[in-house]
């Protein structure tokens, strides 16, 4: 598949890398958080006209935690392969429910159709990845269409040990409390849960999937992810989640 192949012959090939620090994504006057989200946009630094692919990495941390800065040294490295990295910050829990951070984010993946040609980035080739909550929020936003990304304009979606792929699942066994800001985060709707939940959107337009799932991860990851897997099957039988010898947190920082 090209999608994985692309993926990993970058790994073959290096150049240096500058960084762009607190681009924004979102425009004040359509958002009503006062101090909006920026993102960081690592570029490599070469001499080729071709234009780049991109990846967007959505930062984990259980929708209440987790900054773009963190993540310097991914994207940085992902630069120095020959690839536009995009590692945006969101809105996090109680400042935001989960609705308003899939829209931060798809934000993000329409400023990159938009914008990111001017950063030697190839707005035909974009694909999304994400840690934890990150993932979820990053195939939500593609794969659920009440936010406006066409998917077919994605190249591919990385998950990396990611959470919340079956929301509904999940709290329908688990309801939400004030804990960890759940309550806010999800609500105590149902159907917000649904709505909230990736593996209700696989269809024949998902965009293809490289999974990566923890060994030793919650089981609650576990769970959701071979959830998904079975549902995304009928369209796209050959994906088989890459299972690393690791816990849930060093995931992020793949083999």
């Given at each position: 598949m090209r999608f994985t192949f692309v993926i990993f012959v970058l790994l073959l090939v290096g150049c240096s890398?500058?960084?762009?620090?607190?681009?924004?994504?979102?425009?004040?006057?359509?958002?009503?958080?006062?101090?909006?989200?920026?993102?960081?946009?690592?570029?490599?630094?070469?001499?080729?006209?071709?234009?780049?692919p991109v990846l967007i990495f959505v930062h984990g941390g259980n929708w209440n935690s987790g900054r773009k800065g963190t993540y310097d040294l991914l994207g940085r490295n992902f630069a120095k392969k020959g690839v536009v990295t995009i590692i945006p910050d969101y809105t996090l829990s109680p400042d935001a429910d989960y609705d308003a951070m899939t829209k931060q984010i798809a934000a993000v993946i329409q400023w990159a159709k938009d914008s990111v040609s001017k950063y030697k980035g190839n707005p035909n080739e974009i694909f999304i990845t994400g840690h934890s909550a990150g993932g979820h929020l990053g195939a939500l936003a593609v794969m659920n269409p009440k936010y406006g990304i066409d998917s077919a304009a994605i190249s591919g979606i990385i998950l990396n040990d990611a959470a919340g792929l079956d929301m509904k699942h999940y709290l329908?066994?688990?309801p939400p409390t004030a804990t960890d800001d759940y309550l806010t985060t999800w609500t105590k709707q149902p159907d917000n849960w649904q709505q909230a939940s990736p593996i209700y959107f696989v269809d024949k337009n998902t965009p293809?999937?490289?999974?990566?799932?923890?060994?030793?991860?919650?089981?609650?990851i576990k769970i959701a992810n071979n959830r998904f897997v079975d549902a995304l099957h009928p369209y796209q039988p050959n994906v088989t989640p890459i299972h690393l010898n690791k816990k849930h947190v060093p995931m992020v920082g793949g083999h």
């Amino acid at each position: 598949m090209r999608f994985t192949f692309v993926i990993f012959v970058l790994l073959l090939v290096g150049c240096s890398s500058k960084k762009i620090k607190d681009v924004s994504y979102i425009r004040a006057s359509n958002s009503a958080i006062s101090d909006t989200p920026r993102m960081n946009v690592f570029v490599p630094r070469n001499t080729k006209a071709k234009p780049q692919p991109v990846l967007i990495f959505v930062h984990g941390g259980n929708w209440n935690s987790g900054r773009k800065g963190t993540y310097d040294l991914l994207g940085r490295n992902f630069a120095k392969k020959g690839v536009v990295t995009i590692i945006p910050d969101y809105t996090l829990s109680p400042d935001a429910d989960y609705d308003a951070m899939t829209k931060q984010i798809a934000a993000v993946i329409q400023w990159a159709k938009d914008s990111v040609s001017k950063y030697k980035g190839n707005p035909n080739e974009i694909f999304i990845t994400g840690h934890s909550a990150g993932g979820h929020l990053g195939a939500l936003a593609v794969m659920n269409p009440k936010y406006g990304i066409d998917s077919a304009a994605i190249s591919g979606i990385i998950l990396n040990d990611a959470a919340g792929l079956d929301m509904k699942h999940y709290l329908q066994e688990n309801p939400p409390t004030a804990t960890d800001d759940y309550l806010t985060t999800w609500t105590k709707q149902p159907d917000n849960w649904q709505q909230a939940s990736p593996i209700y959107f696989v269809d024949k337009n998902t965009p293809p999937f490289l999974i990566y799932v923890g060994d030793k991860t919650y089981t609650s990851i576990k769970i959701a992810n071979n959830r998904f897997v079975d549902a995304l099957h009928p369209y796209q039988p050959n994906v088989t989640p890459i299972h690393l010898n690791k816990k849930h947190v060093p995931m992020v920082g793949g083999h």
